[in-house]
């Protein structure tokens, strides 16, 4: 291989537009579509890699990091970076880049459809339709729950989770949150309050998820907090799946402590097909589409790129989780 450009791997197959802005930059070596670890054929290359351009399902390991000597920046095309043990990252000088903000209202409109289709039992309608229970206009039937003047409970006031209030607010919801820091967006003070996730959990109707997956927030949602919600609650996990613990999410959905689930995430990531969740006809389950929209995914692979190229060319990233690399 010349030596004159950096080789980089790029740990999926991702379509060619999405990647124009590394033409000519350096070498890549391009993974499978689907994989769900490093590829055998990216694993050689790492002794001569200056660049991974990973997504959210390849751990970037200290076992990983110690066969690329030569890497000088690890680009996730993701806003979350919990697959990356960026503690090793840091330790190695190696800045690692993510892509805030340009999949922030698309997360948000997902929220937003699967908060609505748990509330008005789309799935459960929809599926009686196709399946011929649909024999009348029915008045008990299928009925579901009003958002105008429900109170919707935001854990992680982030970008997201403030895109979200403001989708909420035009439905006519009451919006609380709960986050370590105050959110200090005017508009954001003005139309949601912040409490403790104590009173979060208790008063919401609907609890939705947009805090990052770190030590503090895995398992935050467990029976103890699905125990206090009320009984008819629904709740939207669109953030990360180990923020609910999976087997008490099952529990409080089967034994009504909660009413329904909506999930965008799971723990594990892919949910098994025969995971007992499926067959709950008050859980919905997608998978992982927040971002999935054309122009989201393009600006993701195309903000990655500019992380990348910055780490190449030894600049700061445009998007840098470990700014301490720097000082
Ligand atoms: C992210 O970027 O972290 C999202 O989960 C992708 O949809």
């Known amino acids: 291989m010349p030596a004159e450009l950096p080789l980089v791997l790029i740990t999926h ?16 070596v391009t993974g ?3 994989a769900d670890h490093l590829a055998p054929e990216l694993d050689e290359h790492l002794p001569e890699a200056e ?40 330790r190695r000088g190696i800045p690692v880049g993510n892509t805030p903000g340009v999949l922030t209202e698309g997360t948000a409109d997902l929220t937003m459809a699967l908060l609505l289709a748990a ?11 196709r399946e011929g229970r649909w024999t009348t206009w029915s008045p008990t039937g299928w009925l579901g729950a009003d958002l105008n003047g429900a109170t919707l409970g935001i854990v992680g006031m982030g970008k997201i989770g403030a895109a979200v209030a403001r989708r909420a607010k035009a439905f006519g919801m009451k919006i609380i949150y709960s ?3 105050p959110h200090h967006e005017i508009e954001v003070v003005l139309l949601a309050m912040r409490k403790s996730l104590d009173k979060i959990l208790t008063e919401s109707d609907f609890l939705s998820l947009h805090c990052p997956l770190n030590p503090e927030t895995s398992g ?12 008819s609650a629904i709740l939207i996990n669109a953030a990360r799946g180990p923020v609910v613990a999976t087997k008490d999410l099952y529990r409080a959905l089967s034994e009504g402590w909660i009413a329904a689930a909506a999930l965008d995430v799971t723990d594990p990531e892919p949910l ?20 999935a929209t054309h122009y989201t995914r393009r600006r993701m692979a195309e903000l990655a790129c500019d992380n990348l190229l910055a780490g190449l060319r030894g600049e700061r990233l445009p998007n840098c989780v470990n700014p301490e690399v720097y000082q």
């Not at 991702?14 to 890549?28: F, H, M, T, V």
């Not at 008005?120 to 599926?127: M, V, W, Y």
């Not at 935050?220 to 009984?231: E, V, Y």
Request: glycine share 4%.
């Open 119 to 129: 509330a008005r039992k789309l799935p459960e309608a929809s599926k009686d339709a």
């Open 13 to 28: 197959t991702l379509p060619e537009e999405w990647l124009r802005k590394l033409a000519g930059q350096c070498l890549i």
């Open 51 to 90: 660049g991974v351009f990973s997504l959210l399902t390849i751990p970037v390991s200290e076992e990983l990091l110690s066969k690329a000597p030569n890497l000088r920046v690890v680009s996730n095309m993701a806003v979350g970076y919990d697959n990356i043990d960026v503690a090793a990252c840091t």
């Open 179 to 181: 986050d370590p820091n």
């Open 32 to 34: 499978p579509p689907d």
């Open 272 to 291: 098994p097909s025969d995971d007992p969740l499926y067959a709950l006809p008050n859980c919905l389950i997608v998978p992982h589409i927040g971002s």
């Open 220 to 231: 935050l949602i467990d029976a103890q907090a699905l125990q206090a919600m009320k009984p």
